[in-house]
């Protein structure tokens, strides 16, 4: 009915072939895996090859954006329990009127300020060599990237219009990272950055809330380059 021919057994793969395809496969898929999925899902780069392709910087940001959710997500979870005891602790009224007091007439409740952005203060004695400023909406992150050699220092005044953001000051180069300082839902910051080694040293900004802000990034001192990585 068909007239396709049957392979013959000199035609088939033999084991020692088989065997060889699948050494090769495995050593393969690990080499992916040190030099492309390490680096780019989660920042681990054993080989170096992964930083020169820019894939380690990537899952370093994943990393972060991780992190930084889980504790929002933890930060919120604790706070919705406080919140209930105080709604149980208000007494019921008395069904008979005559059995209580009345109640004095409620005042009026003062409210917290909202927000206000910060301004950029301008330090006494800098001269700004850099000034950028962005616009993040909700969810959106960026970072701001400053070359720089092992002890050199750069002044850096930020702030935020229209809300605050969490942010990362970090450092990354020479197969080594680091974290200087992080903050939650802030409006604001400056100071002195130093570089603890030759490499790239800047600010990682988050927008947790729920309308854009723009941030605003002045800088100065010793650096080679600025780059802005969107």
């Known amino acids: 009915m068909y007239n396709s021919e049957t392979p013959v057994r000199a035609e088939l793969p033999s084991s020692r072939q088989l065997l060889r395809s699948t050494v090769i496969a495995a050593i393969t898929a690990v080499v992916l895996l040190t030099t492309v999925v390490l680096p ?3 920042g681990i780069d054993p080989t170096g090859v992964g930083r020169v392709l820019g894939l380690t910087e990537m899952g370093e940001i994943k990393t972060r954006l991780a992190a930084e959710a889980k504790a929002d997500a933890a ?3 604790a706070a919705a329990p406080a919140t209930a005891p105080a709604a149980a602790a208000v007494p019921m009224a008395s069904a008979n009127p005559q059995s209580s007091p009345a109640a004095p007439a409620p005042g009026p409740v003062a409210q917290a300020p909202a927000p206000t952005a910060a301004p950029v203060t ?3 004695g800098v001269t700004w060599r850099d000034e950028m400023s962005f616009t993040l909406a909700p969810g959106v992150g960026t970072e701001v990237k400053l070359k720089m050699k092992e002890g050199e220092k750069a002044l850096y005044a930020w702030a935020v219009e229209g ?5 990362d000051t970090h450092g990354d180069g020479s197969g080594r990272s680091i974290s200087y300082v992080k903050g939650r839902a ?3 910051d400056q100071g002195e950055l130093v570089a ?3 490499g790239n040293h800047g600010w990682f900004w988050r927008n947790r ?19 802005h990585v969107k």
């Open 75 to 77: 930060a919120t979870s």
């Open 122 to 124: 301008t330090q006494a």
């Open 40 to 42: 780019a899902d989660y």
């Open 186 to 188: 802030v409006p604001a």
């Open 196 to 198: 603890a080694f030759t």
């Open 163 to 167: 809300g605050v953001v969490n942010y």
């Open 209 to 227: 809330g729920q309308a854009d802000v723009k941030v605003t990034l002045r800088t100065g001192g010793t650096y080679s380059d600025i780059q």
